[in-house]
């Protein structure tokens, strides 16, 4: 079955770095493309980057661009988030998630998220 | 990037039919085939139910459907049931290779 880890999060000061990452299995991952999508605590989810299967095109929302790197390691089976430059807007829960069909069609199936909490 | 507008909530009672609207721009919405809703009960990762427009997920109930018309997408529940008391957002793909979200709608099954 499809399984998707996160892990990385913690407290960070603002202007910090920090990188999450994503363990994925249950399916063959270098045929799919892989998102982050962040939810502050009390809203509604925003989604933050894309990928394609073969790391050949990354895409971001406008809040994290030239901030947010997102990367993959289609040997290792892991997705990547590293992050700089982090503010308080960016303290939120970040999931991982896989599409189906389509690369568009995003959260067939989510982790179980990792909290990113930026604070001095 | 602006959030897709959803209704901050709606209500009905068991049995009964709701619908959720989420509408966007010719830019996402209305521009292409890649809408999405999603259920979310609290302390739970948001779970897909539609994807481009009105196709459900293996698993997910057929009370589910969804639709498109111009600029605006509608999730409808029919057969309401207890469970389905949670948070409904919408998202779409954009001219910009983006994906944008919409505020999200509370549903509670009175």
């Known amino acids: 079955q499809v399984q998707l880890v996160e892990s990385g999060g913690g407290v960070v000061q603002p202007g910090g770095s920090l990188r999450v990452s994503c363990a994925a299995s249950?399916?063959?991952?270098?045929?799919?493309?892989m998102h982050w999508v962040r939810q502050a605590p009390g809203k509604g989810p925003e989604w933050v980057a894309v990928?394609?299967?073969?790391?050949?095109?990354?895409y971001y929302a406008d809040s994290v661009k030239g901030r947010f790197t997102i990367s993959r390691d289609n040997s290792k089976n892991t997705l990547y988030l590293q992050m700089n430059g982090l503010r308080g807007e960016d303290t939120a829960v970040y999931y991982c998630?896989?599409?189906?069909?389509?690369?568009?069609?995003?959260?067939?199936?989510w982790g179980q998220g990792t909290l990113v909490t930026v604070s001095s | 990037q602006s959030a897709l507008t959803q209704p901050a909530s709606v209500s009905g009672s068991p049995g009964q039919s709701i619908t959720i609207s989420c509408t966007g721009t010719?830019?996402?919405?209305?521009?292409?085939?890649?809408v999405s809703w999603y259920q979310q009960h609290p302390g739970k990762a948001p779970k897909l139910i539609i994807y481009?427009?009105?196709n459900r997920p293996s698993g997910v109930s057929n009370r589910f459907s969804g639709s498109k018309s111009g600029n605006t997408a509608s999730l409808t529940i029919s057969g309401l049931q207890a469970e389905d008391e949670a948070d409904y957002y919408c998202?779409?793909?954009?001219?910009?290779?983006?994906?944008?979200f919409g505020g999200g709608t509370k549903l509670t099954v009175l």
């Open positions: 010719s830019s996402d919405v209305g521009g292409y085939k890649y």
């Open positions: 481009e427009v009105n």
């Open positions: 249950g399916f063959t991952f270098s045929n799919f493309g």
């Open positions: 998630t896989r599409d189906i069909v389509n690369i568009w069609n995003v959260g067939a199936y």
């Open positions: 998202s779409s793909c954009t001219s910009s290779t983006t994906l944008v």
């Open positions: 990928i394609w299967h073969d790391g050949s095109n990354k």
